[in-house]
């Protein structure tokens, strides 16, 4: 079993930032694939930015003004947002352990956080 945690959600005025952190505790592994994906309120959960082996995936949408990464002595897979938008506004979830090649579908990850709340005020 794998348990996370997402903190660091919070209000902030458009233009601004924010650091999303998710700890990770269990049976991880410093090789699993970890992303984070959004759901705003009506919508469906949306891919954000994933790592794996090393290497980063983004959404267009964020690209560019997201920045995700790893850190293995820590366990803990941060998510720099900056220059938000109103529409960013959403409940930040992290997720690990794929179980489909397709990291961008939230049905191809095993495990999932709580979700923390990003609200971005005009």
């Known amino acids: 079993q794998v348990q996370l945690v997402e903190s660091g959600g919070g209000l902030v005025q458009a233009g601004g930032s924010l650091r999303l952190s998710c700890v990770a505790s269990g049976r991880t592994y410093s090789s699993s694939a970890m992303g984070w994906f959004r759901q705003a309120p009506g919508k469906e959960r949306e891919f954000v930015a994933s790592?794996?082996?090393?290497?980063?995936y983004y959404a267009e949408a964020v690209k560019g003004r997201f920045t995700i990464s790893r850190d293995n002595v820590k366990n803990t897979v941060p998510l720099q947002m900056n220059s938000l938008k109103v529409e960013d506004t959403a409940v930040y979830y992290c997720?690990?352990?794929?179980?489909?090649?397709?990291?961008?579908?939230?049905?191809?990850?095993?495990?999932w956080g709580q979700g923390t709340q990003v609200t971005v005020s005009s």
């Open positions: 997720a690990t352990v794929l179980v489909k090649a397709t990291m961008g579908l939230s049905g191809s990850w095993k495990y």
């Open positions: 790592w794996s082996g090393g290497r980063t």
